[in-house]
């Protein structure tokens, strides 16, 4: 594809170019394309249809995961999250073993170690990730889905947004079976810490521990507030939250 770099930006089809907006900028490619007929019923294109029936999987498996997960962190999500969480969807899905070609799907490749390795560190937002905002070591009870933070100090172990007045802490322990399409998800009560508040121990525990047979996920969000007369107000569009997932099971 090529990149407009006119003063007139151009949208529409013009003599056989499709000029468009994207996250990219403005952009033009040739337009064109195989009848959709064809691909799904000539025997030339059945690489085509295979790849393409594992490529919805994954999309699937990952829109699955941001489903599950939204009560926690509906305000903590970048413009990619969705390719992003695609991307991995299809690397644990091409670790199934047991289906032929065409019909390897993520829940059987979610059964390995490996498969789950990949999905720990996941940040929904990757403009405020885990690692650059929280300095401060967590401990992760990987039975009751609770997450502690021995002594925290805002000023000192959390990176904070300018006009930050509190921040908010939860934890999340999702089951999510990949195969039935199914999820369950318990959240902690948050957490809520003057940004200038002395240390403090933190344990975020949410009530319950899911009843769903799948795999389990736990993870953390941080989400940053300004108070305006016992009003809470969102920062940048909630540019600065988090929420990452920190153990999966």
């Given at each position: ?192 810490i003057a940004t200038d508040a002395a240390a403090q121990a933190v344990s975020l525990k949410p009530a319950t521990v899911p009843a769903l047979e799948g795999t ?26 988090v929420l990452a997932i920190v153990s999966v099971d």
């Open positions: 594809m090529a990149q407009q770099k006119s003063i007139l930006k151009l949208r529409g089809t013009i003599g056989g170019i499709s000029f468009y907006k994207s996250k990219d900028g403005y952009l033009a490619r040739e337009k064109g394309g195989v009848d959709a007929s064809r691909i799904a019923n000539d025997p030339g294109f059945a690489r085509t249809r295979e790849n393409g029936a594992e490529f919805g999987n994954s999309a699937s498996a990952g829109k699955l995961l941001r489903d599950a997960v939204r009560v926690l962190g509906k305000d903590a999500s970048d413009g990619r999250v969705t390719s992003r969480l695609t991307q991995i969807m299809a690397q644990i899905k091409n670790m199934d073993e047991a289906n032929a070609r065409g019909e390897r799907h993520v829940g059987e490749g979610m059964a390995k170690d490996e498969a789950k390795a990949l999905l720990i560190g996941f940040n929904f937002n990757v403009n405020a990730a885990l690692g650059t905002v929280l300095y401060k070591a967590i401990e992760v009870d990987t039975a009751t889905g609770e997450i502690s933070i021995a002594a925290l100090i805002p000023q000192k172990d959390i990176s904070l947004p300018s006009g930050a007045s509190h921040i908010i802490l939860k934890s999340g322990f999702a089951s999510v079976n990949f195969v039935t399409g199914e999820s369950e998800m318990t959240v902690s009560a948050p957490l809520r389990h996920f736990i993870l953390i969000s941080i989400d940053f507030i300004q108070e305006v007369n016992n009003v809470d107000y969102s920062l940048n569009n909630n540019a600065y939250n």
